[in-house]
């Protein structure tokens, strides 16, 4: 299996087109819901979605991200789906940052 052969696999489960999957990173990520529409992946980042009311501990998830793009999802393994606006730089993986915390994360402040 090829590797756009893989992409058009990922891309029907999705539910998203292949044009806007030009440039998007999809990654297999372990998440914890750390806070109102905010996740933290295994790998220190954090992840700031909207309206998404999925619960996760350690939970399997496909993320598709392109900076600026406005299709940002997450799927998490109970197969919801959510918007994600934002990826935010990583942390100390093995930390959980509050979310108090991220915003001066985010903005330096």
Do not use: H, W
């Not at 990520?29 to 309206?51: A, H, P, R």
Request: charged share 25%.
């Amino acid at each position: 299996m090829g590797m756009k052969t893989k992409y058009v696999v990922i891309a029907g489960l999705m539910g998203v087109t292949l044009s806007s999957m030009a440039k998007a990173d999809i990654n297999l990520v372990m998440v914890n819901k750390v806070g109102k529409n905010l996740y933290q992946s295994s790998d220190g980042k954090f992840i700031e979605t909207s309206g998404c009311y999925a619960e996760a501990e350690n939970d399997k998830a496909v993320l598709v991200f392109e900076k600026y793009a406005c299709n940002n999802t997450i799927r998490f393994s109970s197969k919801k789906m959510c918007e994600v606006l934002d990826v935010y730089r990583e942390a100390n993986a093995s930390e959980v940052i509050p979310e108090s915390q991220v915003k001066k994360l985010k903005t330096g402040i």
